[in-house]
């Protein structure tokens, strides 16, 4: 997925665009954040340091702050910022790097190179020899 993903500009989103795509929250990979925006959905009022803590989450990232009338549409707007905005994000950086340090143009001339730096989990077997490796050593 990263090599995909630094070759192709970022993660592809489902139905072509981050305005269609469909994301729950357990796509939140920020266990902090999904406990944050989580009372979003329940209907109910916010209170304390719920309250405080989604006041603070929409101040830093510029987003209205949340009312009766929001809810869900903060919490949607939430979740599509935390999984597919900061990823983006992130994948950028990385791709900058990548340039910088004058390996993405080995990656985008030899496709052969992607597949030994960003290996698939199921064509990765050099992790477990390492570690089955270096247990016998102990």
């Known amino acids: 997925m990263m090599g ?6 970022g993660p592809g989103f489902p139905g072509g665009s981050i305005d269609t795509a469909t994301v729950t929250i ?12 989580q ?7 916010l209170e304390g340091e719920k309250h ?5 989450l ?5 987003l209205p702050l949340p009312t009766a009338n ?24 990385l791709r900058t790097g990548l340039k910088e340090t004058g390996i993405w143009p080995v990656l985008s001339d030899r496709a052969d190179v992607v597949k030994l730096l960003f290996p698939c989990d199921k064509e990765d077997d050099s992790c477990t ?10």
């Open 39 to 45: 009372p979003l959905t329940e209907n109910s009022t």
């Open 52 to 56: 405080d803590s989604v006041v603070s």
């Open 4 to 9: 995909h993903c630094f070759l192709y500009g």
């Open 129 to 138: 020899h390492y570690m089955a490796h270096a247990e016998s050593r102990v």
């Open 70 to 93: 929001n809810m869900k549409w903060l919490h949607d707007k939430l979740l599509l910022h935390v999984v597919l905005g900061r990823s983006t994000k992130h994948v950028k950086q």
């Open 58 to 62: 929409c101040m830093a990232w510029d």
């Open 26 to 37: 357990e796509d939140c990979p920020d266990l902090d954040i999904h406990e944050t925006i």
